[in-house]
T-cell receptor, first 118, second 114 residues
Framework: AQKITQTQPGMFVQEKEAVTLDCTYD???????LFWYKQPSSGEMIFLIYQGSYDQQNATEGRYSLNFQKARKSANLVISASQLGDSAMYFCAMRGLSGGGGYQKVTFGTGTKLQVIP | NAGVTQTPKFRVLKTGQSMTLLCAQD?????MYWYRQDPGMGLRLIHYSVGEGTTAKGEVPDGYNVSRLKKQNFLLGLESAAPSQTSVYFC?????????????FGPGTRLTVL
């Protein structure tokens, strides 16, 4: 079974500062994908960044980077130069083997609510 | 491309009523999913499909049924709605079974069961 843990229900960050959102995962799968999604107050789920378990380098997408530490089973999201529009819920997710049939299921964490302060 | 669309956006039901949520995608994706989102619990998988004519149970399937008669559509049915099914429902689609492909989400349906 796979599990995603996000231990920070809420975070505050000052505008223009960097912030790290924590995510740890548990899996015995040799191959898996890790994802971060943003959910603003409007409700839609927006894909931000992806990291493959075999990727040697940490993923980056603009102001987003994923601090992947495989031995520690962590996949923290780093947002640099925070903006007011970054205020949202952030979900970490993992796609791994579903117990018999391939990489079919995605498991989500409970989310972290980020508030950017002017 | 419209991406993933969901119908309706909002719905209020009385206990015991039935309804069907429609999800449509125009990206020719094989995989489609239905999730529910409740406060403090993230997204939980209800049912999913790995291709036209196939469905499978997810984490919380009780009280729901699904059908995938056409590749582009994935229907979620509630036969006898209960207040515990009050939630926000998200549909998602994915290209294939690779662990390296993200899911694309619809805008969500907010369902209230009185």
């Amino acid at each position: 079974a796979q599990k995603i843990t996000q231990t920070q229900p809420g975070m505050f960050v000052q505008e223009k500062e960097a912030v790290t959102l924590d995510c740890t995962y548990d899996t015995s799968d040799p191959s898996y994908g890790l994802f971060w999604y943003k959910q603003p107050s409007s409700g839609e789920m927006i894909f931000l960044i992806y990291q493959g378990s075999y990727d040697q380098q940490n993923a980056t997408e603009g102001r987003y980077s994923l601090n992947f530490q495989k031995a520690r089973k962590s996949a923290n999201l780093v947002i640099s130069a925070s903006q007011l529009g970054d205020s949202a819920m952030y979900f970490c997710a993992m796609r791994g083997l579903s117990g018999g049939g391939g990489y079919q299921k995605v498991t989500f964490g409970t989310g972290t609510k980020l508030q950017v302060i002017p | 491309n419209a991406g993933v669309t969901q119908t309706p956006k909002f719905r209020v039901l009385k206990t015991g009523q039935s309804m069907t949520l429609l999800c449509a995608q125009d990206m020719n994706h094989e995989y489609m999913y239905w999730y529910r989102q409740d406060p403090g619990m993230g997204l939980r998988l209800i049912h999913y499909s790995v291709g036209e004519g196939t469905t499978a149970k997810g984490e919380v399937p009780d009280g729901y049924n699904v059908s995938r008669l056409k590749k582009q559509n994935f229907l979620l049915g509630l036969e006898s709605a209960a207040p515990s099914q009050t939630s926000v429902y998200f549909c998602a689609s994915g290209l294939d079974s690779s662990p390296y492909n993200e899911q694309f989400f619809g805008p969500g349906t907010r369902l209230t069961v009185l």
